[in-house]
């Protein structure tokens, strides 16, 4: 996909011509899918999701936890209910009912027995309150450098009396860290996707 703007995974294809469209599948390729051409997804074998439960296993108290994609959104609530129990975690998203969503925040706020919500910074990262949180994990990262802004400062509302930690799970010498290099610089890769630096390794 890299070099051709193809993949191919069991017969199923996935191309581009549009290099924020590449990106966008590059990505979703490091977090361990495949989205063909016909719309169907399918799992690729990876770490990420082994990677996330280790940094939870050493995680202390409660952690947001953001992703970019719906498949993600999936996996990361089985393997949490599945280790911690299914009372561990809420979810924010576009999927999350309207009527559970505040609940959702309310439980993560305030149960113990919660330790965990999972969201997307497009859905969560604004105007929601989860000063419960003392880790906030970036299971995938997207391209918009406001939405990161913005998803970070939900842990840092009115209330918040500790220091947060912040955690980007990558996969090295891919996608993710030119995308985390260029949030770090401040720098929204969607604008910048036709600079030279991008264009020279894509």
Not at 84 to 89: P, Q, R
């Amino acid at each position: 996909m890299k070099k051709e703007a193809i993949a191919i995974l069991k017969g199923k294809q996935s191309t581009t011509v549009n290099t924020l469209t590449q990106l966008m599948r590059l990505q979703q390729i490091t977090c361990g899918h495949f989205t063909a051409d016909d719309g169907a997804t399918q799992p690729i074998a990876n770490n990420r999701i082994a990677e996330l439960m280790d940094v939870l296993e050493e995680t202390e108290g409660k952690a947001i936890i953001w992703a970019h994609y719906q498949y993600d959104m999936t996996a990361i609530i089985d393997a949490v209910s599945k280790k911690y129990g299914a009372d561990s975690i809420v979810d924010y998203y576009g999927l999350t009912p309207q009527e559970e969503r505040q609940p959702n925040i309310k439980r993560f706020q305030d149960d113990p027995k919660c330790r965990f919500i999972v969201g997307t910074p497009s859905t969560g990262g604004y105007g929601i309150t989860l000063t419960a949180a003392n880790t906030v994990i970036y299971y995938s990262n997207g391209y918009d450098l406001e939405k990161r802004l913005q998803s970070e400062d939900r842990a840092h509302r009115i209330g918040q009396k500790k220091s947060v930690t912040y955690v980007d799970i990558m996969a090295d010498d891919t996608v993710d860290e030119k995308i985390v290099k260029a949030l770090r610089k401040k720098i929204n890769i969607a604008s910048e996707v036709l600079g030279e630096e991008l264009r020279s390794w894509i």
